[in-house]
Nanobody, 127 residues
């Protein structure tokens, strides 16, 4: 079993920044491919960023490219999502997700591809 604790959400004005963190436990962090998803009211859960086990490969949704950066720190068993130039449409509950995998450089961008989920952290961007 993998436990994920995500944090870092909050209320920020448009144009501001936040950094989300997700600490993983219960399994060797380097065996996990990680992703960040978000879900706004009435909308489906979508992947905003994903990172491979090795950290060498990343994915970003078009809506966040150039503004969000995903990274991982194996020493801290943590994956981060740095969010800059935030917009009101970024408002959502953000979830980190983990998938054990043998693939070093592959990322996953669909919710069904992940086995474990954090509890979610609310991000609200005011205009």
């Amino acid at each position: 079993q993998v436990q994920l604790v995500d944090s870092g959400g909050g209320l920020v004005q448009a144009g501001g920044s936040l950094r989300l963190s997700c600490v993983a436990s219960g399994r060797t962090f380097s065996s996990l491919s990680m992703g960040w998803f978000r879900q706004a009211p009435g909308k489906e859960r979508e992947c905003v960023a994903a990172i491979s086990r090795s950290g060498s490969t990343t994915y970003y949704a078009d809506s966040v490219k150039g503004r969000f950066t995903i990274s991982r720190d194996s020493a801290k068993n943590t994956v981060y999502l740095q969010m800059n130039s935030l917009k009101p449409e970024d408002t959502a509950v953000y979830y980190c997700a983990a998938r054990p995998t043998t693939a070093l450089v592959y990322y996953y961008s669909q919710p069904y591809e992940y086995n474990y989920w954090g509890q979610g952290t609310q991000v609200t961007v005011s205009s």
